[in-house]
DNA sequence: AATAATGGCAACCGCGAAAGC
DNA sequence: TGCTTTCGCGGTTGCCATTAT
């Protein structure tokens, strides 16, 4: 449905050039007030369709409209867009000699950019860092949230402690933003960590975000919970690591130093199978044993060999838990190749 | 000085809803 | 009730001035 478009003639179509037909308008707009557009461009004998003819009036025309915009309109601007989203015409009701097009042009041209700068989205209204943090939500996996958040707690604790850690995450996070300049076209004076941080904020968040981001990207890429483990203390060392030091930061939880509450980083209860709760205590402890050979520095192989022999000692119901989430992940990555790429490197 | 790139602004046009016949 | 016309909205496009190379 819908009338056909009334500019399809493309060779009367002429763009700008309104000079001579302002004066008619205005004249008839005077004499016959508005009315009927089509009607109007008619018999005012302007060769313009009705409907750009009424579109001149408004945007242009009409007596009442205003130049140039106040900070406090960009400001109001700024909020209605945020609680209404891009209604240009009701934004531009609310403010008086304003027409919707000379609103939606200034949020396209000025206001946008200006957010930016500060380090809001425009279009959601929040800061880039919470957009990283739902990014890094975006897993698929029921989990992802719970896993990603503790990460993310646990990461920021490790880098306030740790300065010669910061700055080693600022060094990744400078390569990051260079292949952001390079491979994304980014206005010359807004590189992304110009954008981040020109809100006084320290980097801080944000790095661990860009590191949680990236440990669990990476977690993602391991076929089986213990080399999720074993690659978290590749980056952190154990005694900061989000898995051994979530139970004395958490509090809530009871774990000790060195247990690993496996559940934060495996499926919801729903898609476990009956009798994984009451396996998930043993391999708690076993995988604490795990933990404590990458803490002492005799870690990773002997340590990963170690946890075979355990993993393969258990009963099959747990065995063939992981073997069915092996499937189902590497099912996964066949069909999303795009999940298996680091979005960092 | 010439050319290319960029930004701002104004106009165009597709689409759906409402109104009229 | 269904078709046609008109209207409102918002995204897109084109033109022009300014800036960068």
């Known amino acids: 449905m819908g009338r ?19 004066a008619n308008t205005s004249t008839f707009v005077s004499k016959h007030g508005i009315g009927n557009w089509a009607t109007m461009s008619k018999k005012s004998g302007i060769g313009r369709c009705g409907r750009n003819q009424k579109q001149r009036w408004n945007n242009r025309l009409k007596p009442d409209l205003k130049q140039d915009f106040t900070p406090q309109e960009e ?83 490790a880098f306030m402690s740790r300065p010669e850690q910061l700055q080693q995450s600022l060094q990744k996070f400078q390569n990051f933003n260079r292949h952001c300049v390079t491979t994304i076209k980014l206005p010359k004076s807004e590189t992304s960590e110009e954008c981040f941080f020109s809100n006084n904020q320290a980097p801080v968040d944000l790095l661990s975000e860009f590191e949680a981001i ?43 130093e060195n247990q690993v509450n496996w559940s934060d980083y495996l499926l919801d209860g729903a898609f476990l199978p009956p009798n994984i709760k009451d396996q998930e205590e043993k391999l708690t402890i076993e995988e604490g044993l795990v933990c404590s050979g990458a803490q002492d520095g005799s870690n990773n192989v002997s340590s ?42």
């Open 214 to 256: 990236k440990f669990v990207t990476e977690s993602s890429n391991y076929n089986s919970p213990k080399a999720i483990f074993l690659q978290s203390n590749s980056i952190i060392d154990c005694s900061s690591s989000p898995l051994s030091s979530s139970s004395s930061s958490a509090g809530s939880h009871s774990l000790t």
């Open 75 to 157: 400001e109001l601007i700024i909020k209605l867009h945020a609680t209404i989203g891009s209604r240009w015409s009701i934004i531009a009701q609310q403010l008086a000699g304003r027409t919707d097009n000379d609103v939606k042009n200034l949020w396209n041209t000025k206001l946008k950019k200006k957010l930016s700068a500060m380090g809001i989205d425009p279009v959601t209204h929040k800061p880039f860092s919470q957009i990283l943090t739902d990014y890094g939500n975006i897993g698929g996996f029921p989990k992802a949230r719970t896993r990603f958040v503790s990460l993310n707690r646990e990461l920021k604790g």
């Open 4 to 22: 056909p478009p009334c500019c399809s003639d493309k060779v009367n179509n002429r763009r700008c050039n309104w000079n001579d037909e302002d």
């Open 304 to 345: 990963m060999e170690d946890s075979d022999a355990l993993l393969s000692t258990k009963g099959t119901s747990s065995s063939s838990f992981v073997e069915s989430m092996l499937e189902c992940e590497n099912e996964m990555f066949l069909n999303f190749p795009g999940l298996s790429e680091d979005p960092f490197y």
